[in-house]
């Protein structure tokens, strides 16, 4: 695999750990961040095979209230490297997706527990009248969800 190919797969992971906070884009629905992977690993049939294989898993999961659904992101983006670029089949990788999906359920939890520190750094910038560390301080927050998924992905 070429060192574009690996670039392109951080920044893929690293939107789609972004996404599943924002919700803007979609990056971190399996429909768009598996074939995404196939696309930059040159694999873009195994990346929507198995894409639209866990979307079909994804649309039950959700939040709701206080429950925090597993972690879409990183299944779709994990299971899309074991598969575009492992070699693994299309059937495994869903299969491995959804203890990944749990696993990242632990890291989302990890990841919103420092974003609450960091929003109580934002709120004395906010009291100072900092606009520049309150922005600082939410792209800091932001940029811990897509390292989220980006790291492991690496």
């Known amino acids: 695999m070429s060192f ?6 951080l920044i893929v992971s690293f939107l789609a750990g ?8 979609d990056f971190h629905q399996p429909i768009l961040a598996c074939p995404l992977i196939g696309l930059v690993s040159g694999h873009p049939a195994e990346g929507l095979a198995l894409g639209g294989s866990l979307q079909l898993i994804a649309l ?36 491995l997706a959804i203890p ?21 750094g934002a709120d004395g910038a906010g009291k100072r009248g900092s606009f520049a560390g309150v922005y600082a301080f939410h792209f800091i927050a932001l ?10 992905a690496a």
């Open 143 to 152: 940029a811990l969800q897509g390292l989220r998924i980006a790291i492991p």
């Open 100 to 120: 990944l999906a749990v696993a990242g359920l632990v890291l989302t939890i990890i990841v919103r527990t420092i974003a609450t520190f960091l929003a109580h």
């Open 18 to 25: 972004m996404e599943g906070i924002l919700d803007e884009f």
């Open 60 to 95: 039950g999961w959700m939040n709701i209230g206080a429950a925090v659904a597993p972690d879409a992101a990183l299944a779709s983006v994990a299971a899309a490297i074991l598969v575009c670029v492992k070699g693994t089949s299309v059937s495994n990788g869903v299969a």
């Open 4 to 9: 574009i190919s690996v670039i392109g797969i």
